[in-house]
């Protein structure tokens, strides 16, 4: 499964490592017989187009990219859980997995930091790695359709991840409904989710702790999109 390997670094933050690289990359991509021959040709694009790049512009373009705002978010469990606490038990389970692997990660990442899982799937036989795109497929198909409106060349990564997996997602419901967002990363949703509450004092507004809590309610509902409903995006599953 070595284009995963090649997608988690295209989707990592870009290092002058990868430019060196380029030709490796592109020999990686082209000698993959699983991947279909128009996203071998768009993969391959990208990254001539990608190295092509002065470094610092390639980092900028990423960090407003997948830095601002939550969807475009790299966490997975970003886009099912929120701010809930199912997503701490979720990233237990995950790093679980990671360790039954024989994995180790270093404090730098969460483990639902999407190159990351990528890598981890590329260490596991092809039937398995299936399984575990087909488990990630709606959010893949999500940050495809967000990364399409937006008219980024990032999308082409996520189409070949969605067809990679073999997973059957609607996405013509899914563009419909992006197409029906609201924008996060704009200075005005930012600032809606940074803006510091009004003080008040204790007897206008009760203690600090439910100030606190009012913001933290404010900050999780204050950027649209919702959070991905995995039901009503997924239609089935293709079998292996």
Not at 19 to 46: G, S
Not at 170 to 183: H, Y
Request: proline residues 3%.
């Amino acid at each position: 499964m070595m284009t995963l390997r090649v997608i988690a670094r295209l989707l990592d933050y870009p290092e002058q490592a990868l430019f060196d690289h380029q030709q490796e990359l592109l020999a990686a991509v082209e000698a993959d017989n699983a991947l279909q021959a128009e996203h071998c040709q768009a993969l391959t694009h990208f990254i001539r187009q990608f190295c092509a790049r002065p470094l610092l512009d390639v980092q900028a373009d990423y960090c407003e990219l997948f830095d601002r705002g939550r969807a475009t978010s790299l966490l997975l469990f970003e886009h099912v859980h929120g701010e809930s606490r199912d997503r701490g038990q979720a990233m237990v389970d995950l790093m679980a997995q990671y360790r039954a692997a024989g994995l180790e990660i270093d404090s730098r990442e969460l483990p639902d930091f999407l190159p990351l899982y990528l890598e981890y799937l590329a260490s596991l036989q092809t039937d398995e790695a299936y399984l575990g795109l087909q488990d990630i497929a709606p959010i893949l198909a999500l940050l495809n359709a967000r990364l399409e409106q937006r008219q980024s060349p990032y999308a082409c990564l996520f189409a070949a991840l969605v067809a990679f997996s073999g997973s059957e997602v609607q996405t013509q419901t899914l563009a419909s409904e992006v197409a029906k967002e609201a924008r996060d990363d704009t200075p005005q949703a930012l600032d809606a989710v940074w803006e510091e509450e009004q003080i008040k004092f204790l007897g206008e507004q009760g203690c600090a702790s439910a100030q606190q809590t009012a913001h933290q309610r404010r900050f999780a509902g204050a950027v649209a999109p919702q959070y991905l409903d995995v039901t009503q995006v997924v239609a089935g599953t293709k079998g292996r």
